[in-house]
């Protein structure tokens, strides 16, 4: 299974600020996913990066609002920009598991805006 | 709308006890279905996946699925309290990697 680390684990931030989240993989892989788990709300899928290639936002999600970098196999980063409190959530980064249509979860980017 | 349904619970079974967790989803062509167990502060991790109806075990777990009825559910045998944790449906609703969760059904195992 491949290990993944997000940085940062928690963060407060005050509205109107952005925080751009890291998510570093343990080795190459073509897909990565970013997830937010607000609480009493299912997980749900913010973007697809893959490396190379724009990412591909879900309906509800702009590119404005979270732009995506993808600059190799191995990492990629979320941006939550302009941010509001209903901004606050874990955010998750995600890479494909062995499993056909399976994920490996990063440990989660905890987010609070004030 | 594609959706997931499950009951947020909390369900309580006593140690030892059965422990049934119901999902169900509106896509009528899906295909593949996953549980997903989520301890409190953790991240999501996969713990069972089926594709065709009927039952599939893997040691103290089941899952059941039917596609007639958009059902899929997941049996925990001989509970544990290690197994408390939120457990999250997972459904397969079209293209690779198109997987929609539901809100996940917080199970509590008491001693």
């Known amino acids: 299974s491949a290990v993944i680390s997000q940085k940062p684990s928690r963060d407060i931030c005050q509205r109107g600020t952005s925080l751009t989240i890291q998510c570093q993989v343990d080795?190459?892989?073509?897909?990565m996913f970013w997830y937010r788990q607000q609480p009493g709300q299912s997980l749900t899928l913010i973007a697809t990066?893959?490396?190379?290639?724009?990412?591909?936002?879900e309906s509800g999600f702009v590119i404005d609002k979270f732009p995506i970098s993808r600059p190799n196999l191995t990492f990629s980063t979320l941006t939550v920009s302009n941010m509001s409190p209903e901004d606050s959530s874990i955010y998750l980064c995600?890479?494909?598991?062995?499993?056909?249509?399976?994920?490996?979860f990063g440990p989660g980017t905890r987010l609070t805006v004030l | 709308q594609k959706e997931v349904e499950q009951n947020s619970g909390p369900l309580s079974v006593p140690e030892g006890a059965i422990a049934s967790l119901n999902c169900t989803y509106s896509?009528?062509?899906?295909?593949?279905f996953f549980w997903y167990r989520q301890y409190s502060g953790k991240s999501p991790e996969l713990i069972m996946f089926?594709?065709?109806?009927g039952d599939k075990e893997d040691g103290r777990f089941t899952a059941q699925l039917n596609k007639a009825s958009q059902y899929v559910s997941l049996l925990i045998r001989d509970s544990q309290p290690s197994d408390s944790a939120t457990y999250l449906c997972?459904?397969?609703?079209?293209?690779?990697?198109?997987?929609?969760f539901g809100i996940g059904t917080k199970l509590q195992v008491i001693p």
């Open positions: 995600s890479v494909e598991g062995t499993v056909e249509d399976t994920q490996y």
């Open positions: 080795s190459q892989v073509t897909m």
């Open positions: 990066a893959n490396q190379g290639s724009e990412a591909t936002y």
């Open positions: 896509d009528r062509g899906s295909q593949s």
């Open positions: 089926i594709y065709s109806n």
């Open positions: 997972a459904v397969n609703s079209g293209g690779y990697q198109k997987v929609t």
